[in-house]
């Protein structure tokens, strides 16, 4: 027992050597303070774990200068911790206070040995040492042991003070200056609506747990966003129009069905991201990110309704399944209306992910009188009030170049079946190219450029309501989004219409929109 206690005293000694970094050359620290300031606050946040032996340290070498005082730490007495990803960062620079939580629990594990033992008791002088050195530190955990108590008596008021203790309240307010900056004529009339207009979006959310797992979400919304008209096309569309006083709109329960499995009951207002991931950067729901409905999300997820079911299985790290039935008209109980018998979409998604910086989505969505959003007039018809079904197929898929550089894009196929009147098929293809530049300027900001062709029909059956379209419109959209605070962004930003309904005759068009978004 004698030998063990002096063997913990010196280590703990030699630690306390190696922690304050005493006996490194000036090199050393400057290099290590260098690598300090280039490790990622996220990471540096993580949480600390338990090790029984230094060899799962990843980052720990036999031939490192503090490695037997690391392994007789780890090893017999438990006094380090390291990185859940099994790194110890040896080279990181550390702080007083982190030293002396460090230095508290050999020192505990010490005091137990001591309190064991049953023969003799270490050495006069180390114990005098170990003394010394709490003596020393003694400041510091006591500054420790006030913030904890402080956290204690803070956390214990936010308890008391706490809008529920189920719920959490959270809102955003959108605001959009927003008009058409060129052009001159659509389908051969003149554009006279070139006004610059405000609007508002103003949403209040809460979002409950009952078990800790579990998500109840209800949120209520006032829009009065109009996107600049131009006459008949939806092409350049802003995704965060709408119309309507406050109402209760979003509203779903999500629940763990497994380990692995989520299922998400949506009542009202569900829509593409509630369902699966659309593996687009810029799809911020409006708020963030793209402008347009089309540079948010590739146009074939528009064909789902908003009142259904979701499940979300994850097979493991790299591989998921997203399956989803949305119908538009659920809560209607006339005929030709309800959860089966009216319009529907109905999606499945493979979502892989081979590395961290790549995500890729394969979707299949089938769909009954659900046309599209946005795109031609050709391309959103429904039909002449026909009956019909579509199958589309999509990929998407984003790239992490680098930490300031995303790649994405995606690819859109959709077939239309008209099963009534006429009868016949429409084939509509969209596709879109996508670069995102996080972090441009300032951490949290985000730059990004779309360009692709929105939805066109490309061919149709001789005799139905709708011909292929003549010509190919192009969408280019650019946007800035500038965070001012935590709790403040602002988006300038462009949409260029080439060839507007996909027909040359018709001028381009530029829309100019400035969007400030105000989080709480």
């Known amino acids: 027992m004698l030998k063990s206690l002096k063997i913990a005293s010196s280590s703990i000694l030699f630690s306390a050597i190696v922690l304050m970094n005493c006996g490194v050359s000036a090199e050393e620290l400057?290099?290590?303070?260098?690598?300090?300031?280039n490790t990622n606050d996220s990471t540096q946040e993580e949480s600390v774990s338990q090790v029984t032996s230094v060899s799962q340290l990843s980052d720990v070498q036999p031939n490192d200068w503090a490695f037997q005082a690391l392994q007789s730490l780890v090893e017999r007495y438990g006094c380090i911790a390291g990185y859940p990803n099994g790194i110890f960062r040896g080279n990181r620079a550390l702080s007083r206070y982190e030293f002396a939580a460090g230095l508290n629990t050999c020192l505990d594990r010490v005091n137990e040995l001591i309190a064991t033992?049953?023969?003799?008791?270490?050495?006069?002088?180390d114990v005098a040492t170990i003394q010394k050195l709490y003596e020393e530190f003694s400041a510091e955990l006591a500054t420790l042991r006030g913030r904890v108590d402080a956290l204690e008596v803070r956390t214990?008021?936010?308890?008391?003070?706490?809008?529920?203790?189920?719920?959490?309240?959270?809102?955003?307010?959108?605001?959009?200056?927003?008009?058409?900056l060129s052009s001159d004529q659509v389908d051969g009339a003149s554009i006279t609506d070139k006004n610059t207009t405000l609007g508002a979006r103003a949403r209040v959310e809460l979002v409950s747990s009952f078990t800790g797992k579990d998500t109840l979400f209800t949120r209520i919304q006032s829009n009065n966003i109009s996107s600049p008209g131009f006459l008949s096309t939806t092409e350049g569309n802003l995704f965060f129009q709408g119309s309507g006083n406050a109402i209760l709109d979003a509203l779903w329960y999500n629940f763990p069905l497994s380990k692995n499995t989520q299922v998400k009951l949506i009542a009202n207002a569900g829509a593409a991201d509630d369902v699966t991931s659309t593996v687009n950067?810029?799809?911020?729901?409006?708020?963030?990110?793209?402008?347009?409905?089309?540079?948010?999300?590739n146009p074939i997820y528009g064909q789902l309704g908003d009142k259904g079911i979701a499940i979300n299985h994850q097979f493991n790290k790299k591989l998921g399944l997203s399956l989803g039935y949305l119908a538009g008209t659920a809560n209607d109980p006339q005929p030709g209306n309800g959860l089966f018998d009216g319009k529907y979409g109905a999606l499945a998604q493979l979502n892989l992910k081979p590395s961290d910086r790549i995500s890729v989505g394969l979707t299949y969505i089938n769909s009954y009188n659900q046309p599209l959003l946005t795109g031609s007039n050709n391309a959103t018809t429904s039909f002449?009030?026909?009956?019909?079904?579509?199958?589309?197929?999509?990929?998407?898929?984003?790239?992490?170049?680098?930490?300031?550089?995303v790649l994405g894009g995606w690819a859109g196929y959709t077939n239309s079946q008209v099963l009534t009147g006429t009868k016949g098929d429409v084939d509509i293809w969209?596709?879109?190219?996508?670069?995102?530049?996080?972090?441009?300027?300032?951490?949290?900001?985000?730059?990004?450029?779309?360009l692709g062709m929105e939805p066109k029909v490309t061919s149709a059956t001789v005799g139905l309501p709708v011909t292929a379209d003549p010509n190919t419109s192009?969408?280019?959209?650019?946007?800035?989004?500038?965070k001012v605070s935590d709790n403040i962004t602002i988006t300038p930003g462009l949409v260029w219409l080439t060839a507007p309904n996909h027909d040359n005759n018709n001028d381009d068009i530029v829309i100019g929109a400035l969007r400030t978004t105000f989080s709480f």
């Open 30 to 37: 400057s290099q290590q303070n260098v690598e300090s300031k």
């Open 117 to 125: 033992a049953t023969g003799d008791l270490p050495k006069k002088e």
């Open 156 to 180: 214990a008021e936010l308890e008391a003070s706490q809008f529920s203790n189920t719920t959490k309240l959270q809102g955003q307010v959108v605001t959009v200056v927003s008009g058409i």
């Open 281 to 297: 950067l810029f799809d911020g729901d409006g708020a963030f990110g793209a402008l347009s409905t089309f540079g948010t999300r």
């Open 384 to 405: 002449a009030g026909e009956a019909f079904s579509s199958n589309s197929y999509g990929v998407q898929t984003s790239i992490g170049i680098s930490d300031q550089l």
């Open 430 to 450: 969209n596709y879109a190219v996508t670069l995102g530049f996080p972090d441009l300027g300032k951490k949290g900001n985000l730059a990004g450029v779309i």
């Open 474 to 482: 192009y969408h280019i959209e650019a946007f800035y989004q500038y």
